[in-house]
């Protein structure tokens, strides 16, 4: 079984479990196992050389029976069905859980950008984006960045799409993906908001346990967009970065790496791998540092039944999707490890998509306080939700967040009724 598989046997196991907690509607639970759309295409692009290659990538819309289907877009090899299955059943739970009016999508294309050059990155995206046509759309479903994916992989995607509708209709039609330049409708706050709202997360809950963030310190695996940012402005509140993984590798210092020398670094190196005034240490050694946080911001399946005993902090506050499988957080329950569960804990990404969104529909600028203050009143209610769900029903996080979007859900299917 490939770790994809694996990866969307547990998203359903999960799933599973919390609709067997609410005793969900059996036509309910029904519909929401299986995604509404599947959609794989097969596009050519020319390469540098001059040559054709072929490319595979998905789109998969799970649910958009609260809103319109919304989710980001990977650029990866290791890319497959089973994975944007996963990627998008989440982004349901995930829209849900934060109350905004959106359901869940989520696509990819299979193969490695990091061999490929900034043109031949640009004729892949727009070529996938004229292969997708109308599976897309402002009010239908709305991409957004994700794994290697950016601002610019986003303007490259509106301007194919807005090129292919009649000139009347370009103008209104740039909410398409969210996740763009500021300049081209994107909206301020959006390339930090999910480390914002992980962030947000961490101050509540070091608030509520008594942790001073002060004197804290944290480990982070991936230092992408989300793992920077997270970084970044956990750094700001005085905390200590001490361990640090991404693809290239892990590096430590126990009396603390600057975050944003370290972005610097890793703007320039592609990878945190050799950075000054740090040692390199395993894969083992990393997931083993005794910290107060680890933050997550990488890949899928990284705790698991394998690794979950190695950990030695007090929480788990999930930037990535997906990075703890169904025995890591059994196991990290035991251990008595807090977790921020993934569709709570990243949401802020999507949270300020929507505001992007509603900015791009209502021909609005809201200013960096106002996203904030927006962020942080949704995110933290939605923690609120989850923590005294959790309370009630004396389950961990990651259940009591799937009980309160299968509830939601539910309570829409049962007021709709089902077609016909
Ligand atoms: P990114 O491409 O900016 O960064 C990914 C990071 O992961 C890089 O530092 C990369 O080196 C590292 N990485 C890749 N493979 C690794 C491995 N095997 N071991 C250790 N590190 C590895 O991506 P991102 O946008 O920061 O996304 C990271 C995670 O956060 C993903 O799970 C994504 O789905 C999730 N997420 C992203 C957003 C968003 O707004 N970008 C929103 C919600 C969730």
Redesign the pocket.
């Known amino acids: 079984m490939t770790s994809h598989s694996k990866t969307y046997e547990n998203v359903n196991l999960e799933f599973n479990k919390a609709a067997d907690l609410i005793d969900l509607d059996p036509g309910v639970r029904k519909i929401l196992s299986k995604p509404m759309n599947e959609v794989t295409v097969n596009f050519p692009a020319i390469m540098d050389n001059g040559e054709v290659e072929m490319f595979t990538a998905y789109r998969v819309q799970h649910n958009n029976f609260l809103g319109p289907f919304k989710g980001?877009l990977?650029f990866h090899p290791m890319v497959d069905i089973n994975e944007v299955r996963s990627?998008a059943t989440w982004m349901t739970w995930k829209t849900a859980i934060a109350n905004i009016p959106f359901g869940g999508a989520k696509g990819g294309i299979q193969f490695d950008p990091t061999c490929c050059s900034p043109d031949e990155i640009q004729r892949i995206t727009r070529r996938f984006t004229y292969a997708l046509g109308c599976t897309i759309g402002p009010d239908f479903d709305i991409p957004?960045?994700?794994?290697?994916t950016?601002a610019q992989i986003m303007a490259w995607i509106l301007d194919t799409y807005v090129s292919m509708l009649p000139p009347h209709e370009r103008q209104r039609s740039y909410h398409v993906v969210t996740?763009k330049p500021v300049d081209l409708g994107g909206s301020v706050g959006r390339e930090k908001?999910?480390g914002q709202g992980v962030v947000f997360l961490i101050e509540r809950w070091a608030k509520d346990t008594g942790l001073d963030l002060s004197q804290s310190t944290f480990i982070v695996?991936?230092?992408?967009?989300?793992?920077s940012w997270a970084a970044r402005l956990l750094g700001a509140h005085g905390a200590k970065l001490i361990a640090v993984?991404?693809?290239?590798g892990a590096i430590i210092n126990p009396k603390g790496l600057n975050p944003e020398t370290l972005c610097a670094y890793?703007d320039e190196t592609k990878?945190v791998i050799d950075c000054p005034d740090t040692s390199e240490i395993d894969h083992e050694t990393f997931l083993s540092t005794k910290a107060d946080i680890f933050i997550p911001?990488?890949?899928?399946n990284?705790i698991t039944a394998e690794t979950a005993p190695l950990l030695n902090v007090k929480l788990v506050a999930e930037?990535?999707?997906?990075?703890t499988d169904l025995e890591g957080n059994r196991i990290l329950h035991e251990k008595g490890i807090s977790v921020l569960p993934?569709i709570l804990c990243?949401a802020g990404?999507?949270i300020v998509s929507y505001f992007e969104w509603l900015q791009n529909k209502r021909s609005e600028f809201w200013d960096l306080e106002e996203v904030d203050a927006k962020l942080h009143k949704i995110i933290t209610n939605a923690y609120e939700r989850v923590a005294n769900e959790a309370k009630s029903l004396a389950v961990d996080w990651r259940t009591a967040a799937y009980v309160i979007a299968l509830s939601r859900l539910q309570n829409v299917y049962m007021g709709r009724g089902i077609f016909p």
Not at 221 to 227: A, D, F, I
Not at 245 to 248: A, H, V, W, Y
Not at 297 to 300: D, I, M, Q, Y
């Open positions: 980001g990977r990627l957004a960045p994700d794994v290697n950016n996740g908001a999910t695996q991936g230092y992408g967009n989300v793992g993984e991404d693809s290239t890793v990878g911001a990488a890949l899928e990284q930037g990535a999707n997906g990075p993934d990243n990404g999507v």
